[in-house]
């Protein structure tokens, strides 16, 4: 098996004494892939070369892979079998920040303003083409390592939107006997949508992924999507109720897999001195807390969870002065302009509330605008309410990691476009992201609601997240690998 | 038969004399429902009283209809009967003005900056309810007009989405021996669009529309969308391939039927003297005429259209000077902050434009923001190319009939966001309408194709117009209702 990834499990650097160490690599996305190469033995896990010593160790082991050993005496050790993948500096930029990162990212999360932006043109080609050398290199890697492991006929795993064209490249290279899956993390975006991007990306992404054998993602509704996308595909025939695509011979089977995390390491971690140091702090905010943890993207919909939050105290005026809302908001991708402006309009927004209604004892909004998953947690195991308010989210993992630490029987206020709504709806306060009034009403809810259904709603939370792990997620992809490998038939 | 539509065919005035007058109505909806007029014989029209001459009429007429003499010499002298629906004034404003055309107008097109706007609340609710109390209203007169008619089964044919709510309201009075029949004249948005409306405002729209017996669009794109959404409510069973919804006992046929306009109407108002006149002086413009002819709506796409027809000039220096944009936009809902925005937007790129490549002798962007019929239907018959880049558009009748009076061989550039674009797309130039360089080639490959591919184009255009013409259009609904009252089974 061959998992194929743009980050890898692993940065390689070098000491100052001049010896070759790594780190792990962090994120929600590679904390899933290791539950897969912990379940998956002998798998090979592909990457691109992120640091200079990265590119090093991607030199001395082309063609084949190198030996990591794992571990930190928490019960995973093993040995990480890793292939690093070397790009053309400028194409990595091209596909990384000029084509991924804002044009395919904007438009599966639908943050547009599309009377004005995007304005694509040739510089949107010239990224495409940088695209698709890098995912040829992926494809290229992945050849050299089933090679190198002897295998004809390999399980491919191919992850996330920065790698939409390497399927294709890797069928080309290795064949219909390759088992090709492709999984996205983030949504599908529906017909309309998809159309904003140009034809050629479409028709390039359309054919690559089609010639997976699965095509997955977290929910059915992006599932839906895709298939509304590929009825538009010539030649490309969908089965609605079997959830299958066939394209010539081969059957795409169109699956769900709502990724998930892994609670008993979240749940010793939160365990921890540092968190339960940090707690202290946490603790000592006045009245009750209502938290937010988020990457400061702008479909996090930061700014209008702030102007709710306003709307409360106006709506519901007893409640001034009895909560602290902290927001810890890991910066993200602060280069780009439509970031830039978006971290000025979260602050703007934030003094707002704190200039009208603080005072010298309470400041109603604390923002944390900072990178500290121990404060996260220590915040997670105290909050009173949880506001995972996104526009659109593939998936929201804090919603997840908060269900399983929090102590306090506290309520999560969770959007219908987070993609954890179909799993998470039953034990959450549901909110329309864009309305303003009911997100007040919704927080003002979850504060003052009966100890009996706050409970009843965390257990209802628990419950969800611990029926369907991280193991679950993986062990339900192999599962269907096995039976579309055996001849079986699925759905 | 009785048609429903917000607006009517005629509107009263009184003379200063005292004595009771009528005018037209204009627009391509009322154009459309004229014909349905034409072909239905006895067919009563239902529409709000908007002027206070308008209100009198209804009262006069309440529980009944009155008939207006059609006519002009044209041939098509007739009766038409009206009946007149008078709302309360806040009411009605809260519909029109903060419901229908911000909010679903936006949704529908996705002109909404999402991580931005909307901002929904108590605001959305009253207006939402106003909105109802109106299509209340209008139930009411068709159950009156159809009492006085005396007909227990009429056939009630509901138009746009002013009135999304009638159909539910006119079952609930009529009963299921009437034949409901929903028109939607602008796209329907897919499920994450449609998700931007409030939780009330979607099951209630949805639960009407499915009270409905057929539900129809433009586009085979937005029946899918429909469809999609439908999906999500509990009880409606999506039969996908025969594109009907099972609601309890009763389907709903979910059909297409792709507006047109009267080629031979249009084309004799294009013979007429006015035109002819006007002619004269869209000669007199400078070079190749490019056109264009919208409504000042975000949706579309009229700034960048002017950034590309300045890209066109950066990649095809040959073509300054040589040709003329004449850009006739009608000046629309200059009230809301938004349209306003978006005109000063408009100006900004055309100056921008003049300002770079003006001479004293030539002026690139002609903009004549006016609503100037005559002058429009004058630069159809003269333009060497015609630009319709809307970003979304319900059908886009500009391209059928520019198509139709055109006699330069003139190429149209046409959207992939149009619905027109389903029909005519062979006869086209196809472009997106984010991809300002793509825009800029395809107009300049409109511009200078060589004559016989030019009349090829124009060619297919003009007979894909002619075989789907208004009375087309009215004719495969009548047959779609007759087939269905009389217990067939449609597709």
């Known amino acids: 098996m061959i998992i194929v990834s743009n980050r890898g499990p692993v940065t390689f650097s070098r000491s100052e004494s001049g010896e070759r160490r790594y780190s792990r690599g962090a ?3 590679v904390t899933a892939l290791n539950a897969v190469m912990r379940l998956s033995e002998g798998a090979v896990w592909v990457a691109s070369a992120r640091s200079e010593e990265d590119v090093e160790v991607a030199r001395e082991t082309r063609g084949f892979y190198r030996e990591v050993e794992e571990g930190g005496g928490e019960g995973r050790e093993g040995t990480l079998r890793v292939a690093l993948v070397e790009h053309d500096e400028r194409d990595y930029d091209l596909m990384y920040n000029h084509l991924a990162n804002p044009l395919i990212w904007f438009v599966h999360h639908g943050l547009y303003d599309l009377p004005r932006s995007p304005n694509l043109g040739d510089d949107t080609r010239r990224a495409w083409e940088a695209y ?16 190198g492991l002897g295998d004809d006929e390999p399980t491919v795993l191919v992850h ?3 790698l939409y064209t390497t399927p294709g490249e890797v069928r080309e290279r290795l064949g219909e006997g390759a088992f090709i899956s492709f999984f996205l993390h983030i949504p599908w975006p529906e017909p309309d949508l998809w159309r904003v991007l140009p034809r050629y990306v479409r028709e390039e992404v359309l054919a690559s992924l089609l010639s997976s054998n699965v095509v997955a993602f977290h929910t059915r509704r992006y599932a839906e999507a ?3 996308t590929v009825r538009e595909v010539p030649g490309a025939e969908v089965d609605h109720d079997r959830s299958v695509v066939r394209c010539g011979d081969r059957e795409v089977w169109v699956r769900v897999y709502p990724i998930s995390i892994d609670p008993e390491e979240f749940a010793s971690f939160a365990r921890s001195e540092a968190v339960i140091e940090e707690e202290r702090r946490v603790r000592e905010l006045p009245g009750k807390l209502l938290l937010r943890v988020d990457r400061m993207d702008l479909s996090k919909n930061i700014v209008r969870g702030f102007a709710a939050y306003e709307r409360m105290f106006e709506r519901h005026p007893e409640t001034v002065g009895k909560v602290t809302f902290l927001a810890q908001l890991q910066p ?3 280069e780009v302009p439509e970031y830039a402006a978006y971290a000025r309009e979260i602050e703007a927004a934030a003094r707002r509330v704190n200039d009208r209604y603080g005072t010298a ?4 909004v604390r923002l944390a605008m900072e990178d500290n998953f121990v404060r996260s947690v220590a915040a997670y195991k105290n909050y009173d309410a949880l506001l995972v308010n996104a526009v659109r989210d593939g998936m929201n993992l804090v919603a997840k990691e908060g269900a399983i630490v929090n102590e306090r029987g506290g309520v999560l206020v969770l959007s219908e476009g ?5 799993e998470l709806r039953e034990g959450a306060v549901p909110v329309s992201p864009f309305d303003l009034d009911e997100q007040a009403d919704a927080i003002h809810r979850a504060l003052t609601m009966p100890r009996k259904e706050r409970e009843r709603l965390a257990g209802t939370l628990r419950s ?5 792990t991280i193991e679950d997620w993986v062990r339900a992809q192999l599962a269907d690998i096995e039976t579309y490998r055996s001849g079986g038939s699925g759905y």
């Open 27 to 29: 994120g929600g996305l």
């Open 132 to 147: 698709r050398r890098v995912n040829a290199s992926f494809a290229e890697t992945v050849s050299e390592v089933a090679s």
């Open 160 to 162: 996330d939107y920065h």
């Open 226 to 228: 895709f298939l509304a």
């Open 332 to 334: 993200s991708r602060q």
């Open 361 to 364: 004892d309470w400041t109603p």
């Open 418 to 422: 987070a993609g954890a709504f179909e």
């Open 464 to 468: 969800r997240v611990l029926e369907n």
